[in-house]
T-cell receptor, first 112, second 118 residues
């Protein structure tokens, strides 16, 4: 069935360093790949997304890359700050009313 | 931007009672809403997809008589946990499609409801 794998499960970086989280998906029909940030006790918040017709997208310190051939996509956070500490989820969807499949999550710790 | 309001944020109830959780899209019409359950330190597990004016579609293994979903309007979906038991204790999150960033594809999440059954 549809599956999204996410690595690593935990990531600890020093403030100012970069963090990279990688995901792979199984359904080649997936065409929308959002990333969510979830802080403790709160719902996930969309931080960036990418569609299948684009290979890379950047928004300030956050960037996402997509390799459709290999069926993997990555989140890159540069110049990390303590407030970036949270759980990050990647996801894949076929859009429209199709359900979104989530990765298992990455717990990011940014040490000051 | 799109806002989804979920209430209550926390609820404690006694075993055997029912609890209703509301999910409202505040500034857009949500044709489809999704209900998720999340256990501590785990990912979101889709429970059901709710479409306005029709019956919800439940994921395999989710008891439809246990988790009643009503999507009576384009801005409101409710999840009722019936005859709650301690094992139903969890973090429940809704999301809505439609409006705001990534409206065609994207989803906006509510802030979640922490249910504790004692």
């Amino acid at each position: 069935g549809e599956n999204v794998e996410q690595h690593p499960s935990t990531l600890s970086v020093q403030e100012g360093d970069s963090a990279v989280i990688k995901c792979t998906y199984s359904d080649s029909a997936s065409n929308y790949f959002p990333w969510y940030k979830q802080e403790l006790g709160k719902g996930p918040q969309l931080i960036i997304d990418i569609r299948s017709n684009v290979g890379e997208k950047k928004d300030q310190r956050i960037a996402v890359t997509l390799n459709k051939t290999a069926k993997h996509f990555s989140l890159h956070i540069t110049e990390t700050q303590p407030e970036d500490s949270a759980v990050y989820f990647c996801a894949a969807s076929k859009g429209g009313g199709f359900k979104t499949i989530f990765g298992a999550g990455t717990r990011l710790f940014v040490k000051a | 931007g799109a806002v989804v309001s979920q209430h209550p944020s926390r609820v404690i109830c006694k075993s055997g009672t029912s609890v209703k959780i509301e999910c409202r899209s505040l500034d857009f019409q949500a044709t489809t809403m999704f209900w998720y359950r999340q256990f501590p330190k785990q990912s979101l597990m889709l429970m059901a997809t709710s479409n306005e004016g029709s019956k919800a579609t439940y994921e395999q293994g989710v008891e439809k008589d246990k988790f009643l979903i009503n999507h009576a309007s384009l801005t409101l979906s409710t999840l009722t946990v019936t005859s709650a038991h301690p094992e139903d204790s969890s973090f429940y999150i809704c999301s809505a499609r439609g409006g705001g960033q990534g409206a065609v594809y994207g989803y906006t999440f509510g802030s979640g409801t922490r249910l504790t059954v004692v």
